[in-house]
């Protein structure tokens, strides 16, 4: 069945430059997050989405960090002039909607190196 | 602010012998807490969640976890270890719903724990 999709699965950039990285949902969840996971920690929250909600964007650790979503469809986060402390896999996750009753299903992540 | 704790970064365990992953978790009230599993290259999958039901939970893969409220914990089990049971476990909590501003359930993780089994 389809899964949290998310792309590109690895991206390498130089510093400076701006990524855009993309998550399909599994169709019908209303809720998205996206998480950071730096190397040998946990996943940091980022941005959430929820239907037609404003955005709870309470993690995102700087202006250069943006998020948008289509609906209930894709979402895309953003980087602008990219630091090598920006380099992490970056994941999203939906769910079918609020209320933590309903677990959050991860795409398998994108791998984001800046040299 | 809610936090949890994995004792251990990494836990060794031969193949057959008990897993035992610690988590200990801070909040005033009992939140909802979750075990997850990360294969390398792979995102996380849910092992079990905690939701105020049962305080033995059990979950995928012979996996169970037991709230201990007196002990703030929420430690994951397994009674005989398998090679396929290598990977790095997190827990999250996230609060109860009740309590919380109903809508953001965004997961805490904790550090996370790798597991590695010695055939």
């Known amino acids: 069945g389809a899964g949290v999709s998310q792309s590109p699965s690895n991206k390498v950039t130089e510093k400076g430059k701006d990524v855009e990285l993309r998550c399909d949902p599994i169709s019908g969840h209303t809720a998205l997050y996206w998480y950071r996971q730096r190397l040998g920690q946990g996943l940091e929250f980022l941005i959430y989405?929820?239907?037609?909600?404003?955005?709870?964007k309470s993690g995102l650790p700087s202006d250069r960090f943006s998020a948008e979503r289509t609906g209930e469809s894709v979402s895309t986060l953003t980087i602008q002039r990219t630091q090598q402390e920006d380099s992490a896999v970056y994941l999203c996750a939906s769910s079918l909607g609020s209320g933590a009753i309903q677990p959050q299903h991860f795409g398998d992540g994108t791998r984001l190196s800046i040299l | 602010a809610q936090s949890v704790t994995q004792l251990g970064s990494h836990v060794s365990v031969s193949e057959g012998a008990l897993v035992l992953l610690r988590c200990n978790y801070s909040?005033?009230?009992?939140?909802?807490l979750f075990w997850y599993v990360q294969y390398p290259n792979q995102g996380l999958q849910l092992l079990l969640k905690y939701t105020s039901a049962a305080t033995l939970v059990k979950g995928i893969n012979g996996f169970e976890a037991e709230f201990k409220k007196s002990e703030t914990s929420f430690h994951l089990t397994k009674p005989s270890a398998h090679m396929s049971d290598a990977a790095e476990y997190f827990c999250?909590?996230?609060?109860?719903?009740?309590?919380?501003?109903?809508?953001?359930?965004?997961?805490?993780f904790g550090t996370g724990t790798r597991l590695t089994i010695i055939p």
């Open positions: 989405f929820q239907g037609n909600s404003a955005p709870d």
């Open positions: 999250a909590v996230t609060p109860n719903y009740l309590i919380s501003n109903f809508g953001n359930e965004k997961l805490t």
């Open positions: 909040s005033s009230v009992p939140p909802y």
